[in-house]
């Protein structure tokens, strides 16, 4: 965050004085968002593989000026999309200072604010807050109460004299103080159906009310929302009344080719060592291939965050090698693909009647990606000279102690191993772990296709006749 510019006004005269007028948190999204779009500006940065489904429905909604819910499984990046709401309001927005809503200085809505405007007229001092303080989220949670959203009485400010109806005992919850902001309720199905109740005003009504009082308080937010469709309509629901408060409901999906998930993944993960491509769209194939299988349980879905983690695994398996082979730099070859399935089986769920069998599901179902991935990169390329040579007795082992130079040395020169390279996007001149990574994936890729045997054991494999 930049520091708040000198030039902007400090008071509210001057502030009326510059043209400072308020607009509606609505008004001022659509007027961004309008902008971005004319100007061919990307309003959605980070957000991968949306641009034709769900993002012209969300653009849709907000220039209606609708609050809206987004119903998708786990791990399709519906978090990470409301998060980028903020970056359509204003950098700079006017606050009276002091003010416990953010209210604006020539509206205020709270009696304090009221009687201080009154008092200082165009002296009213003036503070500035930035659009990232302007989005508030809270993950919806079965013990969240009415308090925490909307509000309660405070018994300090009973205590310091003010009678119980005095209107300024109260202790604002989350959604008033997010007033000409944006307020993201994360899970929405997990809020008890009374606290779902609470909101029925403030989306319709714009105001709130607290044990009792009648508080008309204009509010000014905009209110989005995340649902699970499990959730939806088993463990939880959204009450029907506040369903149909929301102006729109869009549903998202997973990455709908292998090109979009792997730059999620670029985009997502960590990597402690060098992961090539042709590895990350295995990834990516596996994934696809664990949201198609019927052993896996669809309802609860295959969040992205498991191609993300298993390229983190994949990564440190590479950087654990390194470490102890010594080769730098570290880079991942297809071996460091067997510690996905026994690390990562966790993060999915499999269908009933599948318990022993998780780790061979999911050793078929990555096969089948390297396999797919390898069609896919070699396809044309006449492979069976360095099948002769692995047959005729240069066997090749790999493994975790296993630099690349000794993977490469044990293979004779065999042209076609240059465009195994080239084909992985591996130049001639590029470290000996980058062109081991191909040539291991062509060996896979034989091995897959029963053109040449593997012998495995806890730390070497070895590719022969």
Do not use: C
């Amino acid at each position: 965050m930049n520091a708040v510019p000198d030039a902007l006004p400090r008071t509210a005269g001057a502030l009326r004085a510059a043209g400072y007028e308020p607009r509606p948190i609505a008004r001022e999204i659509h007027d961004n968002l309008l902008t971005a779009l004319r100007n061919g500006e990307d309003a959605w940065p980070g957000i991968v593989g949306f641009s034709r489904t769900v993002l012209p429905q969300l653009e849709r909604a907000l220039l209606a000026g609708h609050d809206v819910v987004l119903l998708g499984e786990r791990g399709q990046g519906k978090t990470r999309l409301l998060r980028t709401l903020a970056g359509l309001l204003d950098e700079w927005t006017p606050v009276i200072e002091g003010s416990e809503l953010g209210e604006h200085p020539l509206q205020p809505i709270t009696p304090a604010s009221i009687r201080r405007a009154a008092e200082l007229g165009d002296d009213l001092p003036v503070a500035w807050r930035h659009r990232s303080e302007r989005y508030t989220e809270k993950l919806a949670t079965p013990d969240t109460s009415v308090g925490d959203l909307i509000g309660d009485v405070d018994p300090v400010k009973v205590a310091e004299g003010r009678s119980l109806g005095d209107p300024e005992t109260i202790h604002f919850g989350l959604v008033p103080r997010a007033h000409r902001g944006i307020v993201a309720i994360n899970e929405l199905p997990d809020l008890a159906e009374r606290i779902q109740v609470a909101l029925l005003n403030v989306m319709e009504e714009r105001d709130i009310q607290v044990r009792g009082y009648t508080l008309r308080l204009p509010l000014d937010v905009l209110l989005v929302a995340t649902a699970n469709p499990e959730d939806y309509t088993n463990r939880g629901r959204i009450i029907t009344p506040l369903k149909d408060r929301f102006g729109a409901e869009i549903r998202t999906h997973y990455p709908l080719d292998v090109e979009a998930e792997v730059a999620v993944v670029k985009q997502e993960a960590d990597l402690v060592a060098e992961v090539g491509e042709p590895l990350l769209e295995v990834l990516a194939r596996f994934v696809r291939n664990l949201r198609e299988s019927t052993v896996i349980d669809q309802r609860s879905g295959v969040s992205a965050r498991f191609a993300v983690a298993a390229a983190e695994t994949v990564a440190a398996a590479a950087l654990r090698r390194s470490a102890l082979t010594g080769e730098e730099p570290a880079v991942a070859r297809p071996v460091d693909l067997d510690a996905v399935p026994s690390v990562l089986r966790g993060k999915i769920e499999f269908e009933p009647g599948e318990e022993g069998r998780e780790i061979e599901h999911l050793v078929h179902l990555l096969r089948m990606a390297i396999a797919e991935t390898a069609r896919d990169r070699f396809a044309g390329l006449d492979l069976r000279p360095l099948a002769d040579a692995v047959g005729e007795g240069h066997l090749v082992a790999t493994g975790e102690r296993v630099p690349g130079k000794d993977v490469l040395e044990a293979l004779p020169e065999l042209p076609v191993l240059h465009e195994v390279a080239q084909r992985a996007g591996v130049a001639a001149d590029e470290p000996a772990g980058r062109i081991a990574a191909a040539v291991e994936l062509a060996l896979e890729m034989l091995f897959l296709s029963r053109r040449l045997a593997k012998d495995s054991d806890d730390a070497t494999t070895v590719y022969g006749r």
